[in-house]
């Protein structure tokens, strides 16, 4: 019988990250931005309000998820029983979430149930009551989870390192507080609502087969007048922490939570690209050092990973995983080991292909269909970032040599200036 | 009704093929689902299907590390274990797509399952036990509540295990025994879904699966659960701030009419926002900050689980309570037909959804080949639409007696009751 070991294993077919391009845009009569995004075998039509109504825009510390949350819990239509019933009468999804920069609602609908669920959009977004009963029921939930979180060592490592980061006073870095929770009134609510969601600081994405359909509609439920400009995005002020290690108790936890990182550079740098390829070497694929050497070799972890990326004014570089409390400073240890590596040892030429070849398959994954494409284009969109971003970074990815990689590993991953966080117990 | 189109074709060795053309994606996705699962486990030896999953990445003679030719190949792949199957799939550039079937077909057959490879995955896999059971707060309901539930059946543990202690245990002599008993043809289905012809797909399928040694069909004889006829409550105290509660009742198998009955029955209660759960018990009687009602979906006889996260200060016998009531309410009088309808809408939405990707298709296709035929996938729709108000009422009050209850009250350690 004839062994596959035996058999020539099939030629490999250097991936291509396919067709990446910006999509059109077009405007609604206010102005408003619609990108189109065409595609698909199923007739369902995604439509993203994207808002200028992120962390970053509020005065009082989670007033933009508060608000955010509070879109469906009633309007100045329906309360938030006969509106949820409405929504979820016609089969379409919301799903509502404010994060540190911007603030969205996604809604995925049955095609032909487009035009009222548009409607039902138009009331959500632009038009919530913020009864004072939703509200308070709304924070005991948050507090809840609060709580919740105080018991995980993933959240405490993360809060714990971006603040770090970031400082205290920071948007980025600041760290929710119980009492934080009593200064949300539905009077704070309203008003950043009513300051940030209005069509002016809005964009829009659609995405499905037969994206320029929804535009008619779009253009009757969101062609509200546009008086304000839009809301600036404020410079923010950072406060680094130095050097060193930050240890916060998480009583009684069976692992630990490590976080070793430090300042980066933002999407504007021209090392921007390069980083990204240095990292999944790093610890950005199953495959990649940290990952072999740290779960696969020593049996450390279930996972283990390293992300370089950058909020507005400030990038990161941050590796991190959940150990047992035994393991941590060995890993440590190894992670240090692994960098120091990298900053003198060119990497082969296999390696680089292997990552050129499943970076490229990334970005083929991450424009597959009009909804993922919908979610790449964002983050485009959303940091000003240049069009042709991912032309830029697929020919970084063709290009870059291992000497450029050891390069960057020398200029951007020194563990000396590394903070290092555990979160677990004693 | 969107239609997923399919071509089925079985090798002479008894492997299961099935191909979706997709011509909008550049990619494609294999998907090899193994007939295994922890059902199938030796009570002493829980864990190993899924300890085995690690396994199954550990390369072989021919292909020393599993992951760098699918990443070469621009791919990306994973897998899971549940109690029912052990399920691959690699989603790489559809030009690619024969080195799925290599890798695949090449760790079907000669994995090497050394003793350092074994004591290595034990450890990874003692701390995904770790991170994702012990670790996080309220992460062990679900340990709790499956030996509560079960005193037969081997759904009794989770597919993570029973014990940590039975994953540190596992030794190579077990691991090959499994190896050779289930990772064959004969038990096995493969499906690749996205930019390919049937007719490329059967051919590559030949070329790289067809002389591997059929193995034998696994007959199972599972112990089958007795029917539960008095309540059963376990009180778990741990250092969470909120209790929460989890009520679950035996169901029927998977391909009962019951499932669908039930799935429709639970999205009406606690699928949306708008769902009788979180109006009344959330809302209304602002007992729960959540309240979950779900079908376990296992293919043997199952469970519908309530899962309900309390507020502070509620009672946890009057939620339960109050859970009993919407229960009783529902096993007695018939949903409307505003909530039948919602439901069927939400179902034909969520249906399209899950067919945005290809990978999911794939996935959907071998797993309903392996439950009897893989055009469920398109006959599914109208099981789900033809469920009446009545038989939800009937079905409900088979389902929800006090008798087939298994109850946990997971109380926050300092908690009075």
């Given amino acids: 019988m004839k062994s596959r070991r035996k058999m020539e294993p099939p030629r490999i077919i250097t991936p291509s990250a396919g067709k990446t391009s910006f999509p059109d845009v077009v405007r609604l009569g206010n102005g408003v931005p619609v990108y189109l995004l065409g595609g698909g075998t199923v007739d369902l039509i995604r439509i993203e309000f994207v808002l200028n109504a992120g962390q970053i825009m509020e005065e009082t510390h989670m007033a933009a998820s508060v608000a955010n949350a509070m879109l469906t819990e009633g309007t100045v239509s329906h309360d938030a029983i006969t509106l949820n019933d409405l929504i979820d009468s016609t089969g379409a999804v919301f799903n509502h979430t404010a994060e540190k920069d911007t603030a969205s609602l996604v809604v995925i609908t049955l095609s032909r149930k487009l035009e009222e669920v548009m409607e039902l959009a138009g009331e959500v977004l632009f038009h919530p009551s913020f009864p004072e009963n939703e509200l308070r029921m709304l924070k005991e939930k948050k507090i809840q989870a609060f709580l919740t979180g105080r018991q995980k060592t993933s959240v405490i490592g993360r809060e714990q390192f971006y603040m770090a980061l970031c400082g205290k006073d920071n948007p980025y870095g600041r760290i929710t507080r119980l009492e934080d929770f009593d200064a949300l009134t539905s009077a704070v609510t309203r008003d950043f609502h009513s300051r940030f969601y209005r069509p002016e600081n809005m964009y829009i994405t659609v995405s499905g087969r037969e994206p320029e359909s929804a535009l008619p509609v779009l253009s009757k439920c969101f062609s509200g007048s546009c008086q304000w400009h839009k809301a600036e995005i404020p410079q923010l002020a950072f406060e680094t922490s130095p050097p060193g290690r930050i240890f916060a108790e998480v009583n009684g936890s069976v692992q630990s939570a490590v976080r070793m990182g430090w300042k980066g550079i933002t999407r504007d740098h021209h090392d921007y690209h390069g980083l990204q390829v240095a990292n999944m070497i790093l610890g950005g694929y199953f495959g990649s050092r940290l990952m072999r050497n740290i779960r696969e070799e020593k049996g450390y972890t279930y996972g283990i990973h390293s992300v370089t990326g950058a909020f507005h004014g400030i990038g990161f570089i941050v590796i991190m995983t959940e150990v047992a409390n035994e393991y941590r400073e060995e890993t440590l240890k190894e992670i240090r080991k692994e960098i120091a590596e990298l900053r003198i040892n060119p990497v082969s030429t296999d390696e680089l292909q292997t990552v050129r070849n499943h970076f490229m398959g990334e970005i083929a994954r991450m424009f597959d269909g009009p909804f993922s494409s919908a979610e790449a284009v964002r983050g485009l969109i959303d940091y000003d970032t240049d069009h042709d971003y991912y032309s830029r970074l697929i020919s970084t990815i063709e290009t870059i040599t291992p000497e450029k990689i050891t390069e960057l590993f020398n200029t951007y991953y020194n563990p000396d200036e590394a903070v290092e966080v555990i979160a677990g117990a004693k | ?417």
Avoid at chain 2, 34 to 42: A, C, I, L
Avoid at chain 2, 234 to 261: G, N
Avoid at chain 2, 344 to 373: H, I, P, T, W
Wanted: with cysteine.
């Fill in chain 2, 1 to 417: 009704m969107l239609m997923i189109e399919f071509k089925r074709h079985t090798l002479p060795n008894g492997l299961r093929v099935i191909a979706h053309h997709d011509a909008s994606t550049p990619m494609v996705t294999t998907d090899l689902l193994y007939d295994v699962g922890s059902r199938d486990e030796d009570p002493e030896a829980t864990g190993f299907a899924h300890l085995f999953e690690h396994l199954m990445f550990g390369g072989t003679d021919g292909v020393p590390a599993f992951d760098t030719p699918v990443m070469m190949a621009g791919g990306e792949n994973n897998a899971f274990t549940n109690n029912d199957i052990t399920n691959y799939f690699i989603t790489l550039p559809a030009n690619n797509l024969e080195t799925a079937l290599w890798l695949e077909a090449d760790r079907m057959e000669g994995l090497d399952l050394s003793e350092s490879r074994l004591r290595i995955q034990k450890s990874v896999v003692t701390e995904e036990y770790r991170q994702r059971y012990l670790n996080q707060p309220y992460g062990d309901l679900m340990l709790l509540l499956r030996p509560l539930a079960f005193r037969r059946h081997p759904y009794m543990w989770p597919a993570i295990g029973k014990d940590i202690s039975h994953i540190e245990k596992a030794d190579s002599r077990r691991v090959k025994e499994f190896y050779h008993r289930h990772y064959n043809p004969s038990n096995a289905i493969l499906c690749v879904a996205g930019n390919v012809h049937p007719d490329q797909v059967f051919s590559m399928a030949e070329k790289w699966f067809g002389d591997i040694a059929p193995g034998r069909r696994i007959i199972r004889n599972l112990p089958q659960e007795p029917p539960q006829t008095e309540r059963r409550e376990i009180t778990a105290r741990r250092k969470v701030p909120a209790a929460h509660l989890v009520m679950a009742f035996h169901t029927e198998k998977r391909e009962s009419r019951a499932f669908y009955v039930l799935d429709l029955l639970t999205d009406i209660l606690s699928g949306c926002d708008s769902g009788r759960f979180p109006e009344i018990l959330v809302r209304k009687k602002e007992l729960f900050s959540e309240a979950d009602i779900y079908l376990s979906g296992e293919i043997d006889p199952g469970l519908v689980i309530f899962s309900g996260r309390l507020r502070n200060g509620a009672d946890i016998s009057k939620a339960e309570e109050a859970v009993r009531d919407e229960l009783d309410k529902i096993s007695t009088r018939q949903v409307t037909a505003a909530e039948l309808d919602k439901a069927r809408n939400r179902y034909e939405a969520s249906r399209l959804m899950s067919y945005v990707s290809a990978g999911n298709k794939a996935f959907n296709l071998a797993f309903q080949e392996l439950l009897g035929d893989a055009n469920g996938i398109n006959t599914e729709i109208e099981r789900y639409m033809s469920v009446t108000a009545a038989e939800i009422t009937e079905c409900s009050a088979t389902t929800f007696r006090p008798g087939n209850c298994s109850v946990i009250h997971y109380l926050p350690e300092s908690h009075e009751e």
